[in-house]
């Protein structure tokens, strides 16, 4: 697209795509990968990626949509379902000054609880061995939902 920043194959999801770098693995399908975020801001905090490298909505196929928000609604579904929550935010920022980091397309699928504020945006690392606990929850959840 004119004037949009190209994408950048060094981007730390582009990594974990390629197997470079490791992520906890929730689930994938031909088109998309979810995985925990490791700051996340409330309890479950999950990232669905299009394999499509985009550097965000703005410059996506729209077609990455069709494949993306499906698996954003199933995990969105075993989140809540998991960690017995009142809600799920669903947040995608796009570029640096609406808080963009990584320079991937990705969603954010955050479980809510009835008067549990959010931690920060990018605030503070989780230990390795709760992430694998709260990506096997979700797994589990995931049996149960379509
Ligand atoms: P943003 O680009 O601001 O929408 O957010 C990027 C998100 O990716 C942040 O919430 C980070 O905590 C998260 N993050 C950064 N590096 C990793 C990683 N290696 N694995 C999982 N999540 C990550």
Not at 103 to 117: R, T, Y
């Amino acid at each position: 697209m004119p004037g949009t920043i190209p994408y950048d194959p060094e981007n730390i999801f582009s990594k974990i795509l390629k197997g470079q770098i490791p992520c906890h693995a929730i689930y994938e399908d031909e088109h998309t990968l979810a995985f925990m975020d490791i700051m996340p801001q409330a309890e479950g905090h999950a990232l669905v990626i299009p394999k499509t490298p985009s550097r965000n909505l703005l410059d996506a196929d729209p077609t990455t949509f069709m494949w993306l928000m499906p698996t954003v609604q199933k995990i969105a579904r075993a989140a809540k379902k998991a960690f017995h929550a009142d809600g799920v935010k669903i947040v995608q920022y796009n570029e640096t000054a609406a808080g963009q980091t990584v320079f991937h397309l990705h969603v954010h699928v955050i479980p809510i609880k009835d008067g549990v504020p959010l931690k920060p945006h990018g605030g503070k690392m989780e230990d390795g061995g709760k992430l694998a606990h709260n990506a096997e929850m979700i797994r589990e959840a995931l049996k149960f939902v379509s």
